[in-house]
């Protein structure tokens, strides 16, 4: 996925809580100045996109580093970025739901912040597929939400994670951006590759799937 992607100078991360630590009423919590390290070094944050962000949401998104500091969803993609923009800067959120108000809620406030940067930014929603069943169960309900994915609905990703007993874990922030995507124009996403732990560990019983997505 990364490597089909042009990395712009900033990247807004959306991430699961999968602790359930937080400290903020909408379940939308910011790291609004600073930086992450990782063993490549230090990826600041957009304190200024940060502080446009919650302007715009109008106390929505608000500052929670609690939820943040026993959460991997944000750091995992970070490597990823460093590799291919040295000089990237982040806004990380960390999404304590997985509703459908909320989501279109937040997917607007994006788009707004996107209009308003005055320059790129990659809307990054951080997710496994499901977890833990054996491999033919995974692929249909892997399937199942990527053809959600795909046609940009949100709305039902979130439905049919619920229906269809997904575990998907980040199906907020990824309906999130579908949301923003959305509202920002665009028309399709492209799974551009899919996998199951099976594939690597040759073990099938228990699997938890991966796919990049690409919204042009």
């Known amino acids: 996925m990364f490597a089909r992607t042009t990395i712009p100078g900033l990247v807004i991360i959306l991430a699961p809580n999968h602790t359930g630590v937080c ?10 100045a600073g930086a992450f390290r990782t063993p490549l070094g230090d990826v600041p944050v957009d304190a ?11 106390g929505f998104v608000a500052v929670d580093h609690d939820a943040h500091r026993g959460e991997h969803a944000v750091e995992v993609e970070l490597p990823f970025l460093q590799l291919l ?20 809620l937040l997917g607007e ?4 912040l996107v209009r308003a940067a005055g320059e ?27 053809a959600a ?10 439905a049919r994670c619920k ?24 028309k399709r996403a492209e799974v551009v590759d899919y996998r199951h732990s099976g594939w690597v560990s040759g073990d099938n019983a228990r699997v938890v799937g991966y796919a990049g997505v690409v919204i042009p």
Request: hydrophobic share 50%; glycine share 6%; proline share 5%.
């Open 23 to 32: 400290e903020v009423e909408s379940g939308v919590s910011l790291w609004e």
């Open 48 to 58: 200024a996109a940060a502080e446009a962000m919650r302007e715009i949401s109008n």
């Open 85 to 104: 923009r040295a000089d990237v800067r982040i806004v990380p959120l960390v999404i304590g739901w997985d509703a459908w108000q909320p989501a279109r």
């Open 109 to 112: 406030v994006l788009a707004r």
């Open 120 to 146: 790129p930014v990659l809307l990054l929603a951080s997710s496994d597929l499901n977890h833990y069943e054996p491999a033919a169960v995974s692929e249909k309900k892997d399937a199942m939400a990527l």
């Open 149 to 158: 994915i795909g046609a940009l609905d949100a709305e039902e990703l979130l």
């Open 163 to 186: 229906r269809e007993r997904i575990s998907m874990c980040g199906r907020g922030p990824a309906a999130v951006v579908l949301c923003a995507a959305q509202d920002l124009g665009a």
